[in-house]
């Protein structure tokens, strides 16, 4: 079983910055590949960012290109979301996966095997 805790979400003006961190710990695969999903109230949960196990491969929904940025630390078993100008639609609450699956790019919350239980991220008009 695979363990995930969220962190660093919060309250934040449009146009400000957060980072949310993702440690992963329990039995975690050799490799596989992490990602943050969100759902905002009311609506249904949308895939955000991922990253494989080497780093080099990463994907963005192109509602947060250019402003979200996703990297990892394997020797800490953690991924980091660096969201930068951030917009009141950014508001919900984000979910770190992990999936064991070989398979890229990973945008189905299907694919994924374990979930964390979210960090709420509120961005202020």
């Known amino acids: 079983q695979v363990q995930l805790e969220e962190s660093g979400g919060g309250l934040v003006q449009a146009g400000g910055s957060l980072r949310l961190s993702c440690a992963a710990s329990?039995?975690?695969?050799?490799?596989?590949?992490m990602g943050w999903f969100r759902q905002a109230p009311g609506k249904e949960r949308e895939f955000v960012a991922a990253i494989k196990w080497s780093g080099y491969n990463t994907d963005y929904a192109n509602s947060v290109k250019g402003r979200f940025t996703i990297s990892r630390d394997n020797a800490k078993n953690t991924v980091h979301l660096q969201m930068n100008s951030l917009k009141p639609e950014d508001t919900a609450v984000y979910y770190c996966?992990?999936?064991?699956?070989?398979?890229?790019?990973?945008?189905?919350?299907?694919?994924?095997?374990?979930w964390g239980q979210g960090t709420q991220v509120t961005v202020s008009s």
């Open positions: 329990g039995r975690t695969p050799s490799s596989y590949t």
């Open positions: 996966l992990v999936s064991r699956s070989l398979a890229w790019p990973l945008r189905g919350d299907h694919a994924y095997d374990y």
